[in-house]
């Protein structure tokens, strides 16, 4: 074009900025001023915009300065623009001076004012400009219940919500996904069916965004059902309009939140089928829906899968970055396999928090104290700043690792040096630390003096540093403070019930199973499953519905019979109190994690790690069985209960049989 006019620069450069190409559109600005093209209020509202996207504070003073020095006068929308610009900047001074200093306001102007002041944490100032609104529309209600929401207000945000119905608002499609995350923060399903009756009043169920909204509620409120009804629904209409990037978007984010819905519900086998499904209808895979997937192997401890999962990741070229690193760290570790948690860890270029909190947690998990508190020291030196959850792992680690006095200057060193407040989970590992060293004593002033009586996680690690001291009147005490605080948990029955029958006070401990019983308190059955190949095989004690049960059952009697020739003899003391001695034997022997260990042993090469997962505590039985299975047999044999590792080699286990 030979004669190039402001309207025309006006044109390429907003063209620019609408498809999010904010470095040429002010390549382009800064070429019309080369050719002495004096830009209008369009062009500067249009650069101030580019300035805000990428964040850039220098250029845009630099525009509002040359707006002021040329006289050109400010209509609202360029001042908003300006506004825009200082807050999305966090030049907050520049916005509220401006923003006083606007002879005109319009709607938009107090909504920007109203979000800066929610972005740092001034509800109250945003509350009052809120309320001083000439008008509020539709997005004034938006901003105000999204950003309480952002600050933790959903009490507020909810009672907003409210008054935004009751005043007669129509909500828009943003309104709609707002109320379900905040129904969703809530875990409120019953506002979320009202959210979902008020779609269904307004015709827009079939609106993609609002359904997916709609989805990840049901998901976050444990509706799995529901959520399954409309997922069914929205991936049907993908398949007949899979060419439009609209649909293909919606239904990539449809899929991850089921996937991420059946991992948080921990129903593991559906997210894995889902995630399957998901991969042979040729959907994108989101990272979202990889860390969710990798997270759901953790939890169920299947390392198989999860090395499968990693390597699906590098086939795809997803590229690990820290979030997907810390996630696939974290899968090694609660799956049983250390040493690839520290492959991982060590191809990491400069660790940040979440990789080092996930590595600590993991050797503390597998009883690597003293690793892991050097690891923290090492991560300290390096200059990265701990946060609540490596605090976690590292007083874990000390626990486990005896490190009484490191524990405690660690755990002095937390509020001191980084201000983090302690959680329960950090006053339940300083108990655990103090009951470990056997001072019980001090582990009771700790709890006291800490105001935690209320806490039934502190009692229940009180109560397991009683059991391996041998300190039945402490546990008799500690056990009946459980039972105030947790009448229908059946572990403080059982563990005093225990207690009883190992002091031979069989009508105490009768009684406790009376009250038990009374009461309807079931015990959680105990379960135990390994995975060989591609198949994971699980047992419940005294199982015999396995396609190999006589094999199973011969082998473990014959096995018994050898590991009493060493030493070994059934803790019938600690199973019920109301069956003879030779059938208490029976019952113990039946154990689910012994059927899972002899399943292993015939199914697997000798020399080959048995890695077994256990939805309970492992019994002291048990644990005794294992660790003589591995001295009789040479076997290394790795076992994960609910607390922790337990890796059993050469008739030795990594917790110091303390667990």
């Given at each position: 074009m030979l004669d190039r006019d402001v309207r025309t620069w006006t044109v390429l450069l907003s063209g620019s900025a609408r498809v999010g190409s904010f470095s040429e559109a002010l390549d382009c600005f800064r070429r019309m001023q080369n050719e002495c093209v004096l830009p209008n209020k369009f062009t500067l509202s249009c650069v101030l915009?580019?300035?805000?996207?990428?964040?850039?504070?220098?250029?845009?003073?630099?525009?509002?300065?040359?707006i002021v020095t040329s006289g050109i006068g400010l209509d609202v929308a360029l001042e908003n623009s300006i506004l825009d610009l200082y807050v999305k900047c966090e030049a907050f001074d520049y916005a509220k001076k401006l923003f006083e200093l606007m002879e005109d306001r319009d709607n938009v102007s107090w909504n920007i004012m109203v979000g800066a002041y929610l972005q740092i944490g001034e509800v109250e100032r945003s509350l009052d400009l809120f309320e001083r609104l000439p008008e509020k529309g539709v997005v004034?209600?938006?901003?105000?219940?999204?950003?309480?929401?952002?600050?933790?207000?959903?009490?507020?945000?909810?009672?907003?919500l409210y008054r935004m119905i009751s005043s007669g608002h129509v909500f828009n499609k943003v309104t709609f996904c707002i109320a379900f995350n905040l129904a969703s923060s809530l875990s409120n399903v019953e506002l979320g069916r009202q959210i979902h009756g008020l779609v269904l009043t307004f015709g827009v169920q079939d609106d993609r965004f609002i359904r997916n909204s709609l989805i990840d509620m049901y998901c976050k409120c444990g509706e799995m059902e529901k959520a399954h009804v409309l997922f069914r629904k929205i991936s049907g209409e993908f398949l007949r309009t899979r060419n439009s990037k609209i649909s293909c978007e919606a239904e990539i984010v449809s899929w991850s939140s089921m996937i991420s819905g059946y991992v948080r519900n921990g129903e593991y086998e559906d997210a894995f089928k889902t995630f399957s499904s998901m991969v042979r209808e040729q959907v994108w895979v989101s990272k979202f829906s990889l860390t969710s997937i990798v997270s759901a192997c953790a939890n169920a401890g299947i390392l198989e899968l999860g090395r499968q999962m990693h390597a699906y990741i590098t086939k795809v070229g997803h590229?690990?970055?820290?979030?997907?690193?810390?996630?696939?760290?974290?899968?090694?570790a609660k799956c049983g396999s250390l040493d690839d948690a520290w492959i991982i860890f060590k191809q990491t270029d400069n660790p940040n928090v979440v990789q080092w909190t996930s590595m600590i947690s993991g050797c503390a998990l597998h009883g690597q104290g003293r690793?892991?508190?050097?690891?923290?020291?090492?991560?300290?030196?390096?200059?990265?700043?701990?946060?609540?959850?490596?605090?976690?792992?590292?007083?874990?680690?000390?626990?486990?690792?005896?490190?009484?006095?490191?524990?405690?200057?660690?755990?002095?060193?937390?509020?001191?040096?980084?201000?983090?407040?302690?959680?329960?989970?950090?006053?339940?590992?300083?108990?655990?630390?103090?009951?470990?060293?056997?001072?019980?004593?001090?582990?009771?002033?700790?709890?006291?003096?800490?105001?935690?009586?209320?806490?039934?996680?502190?009692?229940?690690?009180?109560?397991?540093s009683c059991r391996l001291h041998k300190d039945f009147s402490t546990a008799k005490w500690v056990s009946e403070k459980l039972l105030q605080l947790e009448p229908f948990e059946s572990g403080p029955y059982i563990l005093l019930?225990?207690?009883?029958?190992?002091?031979?006070?069989?009508?105490?401990?009768?009684?406790?199973?009376?009250?038990?019983?009374?009461?309807?308190?079931?015990?959680?059955?105990?379960?135990?499953?390994?995975?060989?190949?591609?198949?994971?095989?699980t047992f419940v004690a005294g199982d015999r519905s396995h396609p190999q049960v006589t094999e199973i059952y011969s082998y473990l009697d014959k096995l018994i019979g050898r590991l009493k020739e060493i030493g070994y003899s059934s803790?019938?003391?600690?199973?019920?109190?109301?069956?003879?001695?030779?059938?208490?034997?029976?019952?113990?022997?039946?154990?689910?994690?012994?059927?899972?260990?002899?399943?292993?042993?015939?199914?697997?090469?000798?020399?080959?790690?048995?890695?077994?997962?256990?939805?309970?505590?492992?019994?002291?039985d048990c644990h005794t069985f294992i660790k003589r299975t591995s001295q009789l047999l040479g076997r290394e044999v790795i076992v994960r209960d609910i607390r922790r590792f337990h890796h059993f080699k050469h008739g030795r286990c990594s917790c110091g049989d303390y667990w």
């Open positions: 915009k580019c300035c805000s996207g990428l964040y850039e504070l220098r250029m845009g003073k630099g525009v509002h300065g040359w004034s209600w938006n901003t105000i219940v999204d950003g309480l929401m952002k600050n933790g207000l959903q009490g507020t945000a909810l009672e907003l590229k690990v970055d820290a979030h997907l690193s810390s996630s696939l760290i974290d899968m090694y690793e892991a508190v050097r690891l923290f020291e090492y991560m300290m030196k390096k200059g990265v700043t701990p946060n609540e959850v490596t605090f976690i792992g590292v007083l874990t680690a000390c626990s486990h690792a005896g490190m009484l006095e490191e524990g405690c200057d660690y755990f002095r060193l937390m509020e001191e040096a980084y201000g983090i407040m302690p959680r329960f989970e950090h006053f339940a590992c300083m108990v655990d630390l103090y009951g470990r060293a056997g001072r019980l004593n001090e582990a009771k002033e700790f709890i006291y003096n800490n105001r935690l009586s209320h806490l039934s996680a502190v009692w229940r690690s009180l109560l397991s019930s225990n207690m009883f029958a190992a002091e031979r006070k069989w009508e105490e401990a009768a009684k406790i199973r009376s009250l038990m019983q009374q009461r309807g308190v079931r015990k959680h059955p105990g379960q135990s499953w390994i995975q060989l190949k591609d198949l994971v095989h803790d019938v003391e600690m199973v019920m109190q109301d069956v003879e001695e030779e059938q208490g034997e029976v019952l113990l022997g039946h154990h689910s994690e012994k059927l899972a260990l002899v399943y292993g042993i015939i199914s697997t090469p000798c020399g080959t790690p048995i890695r077994i997962m256990k939805n309970l505590r492992v019994c002291t």
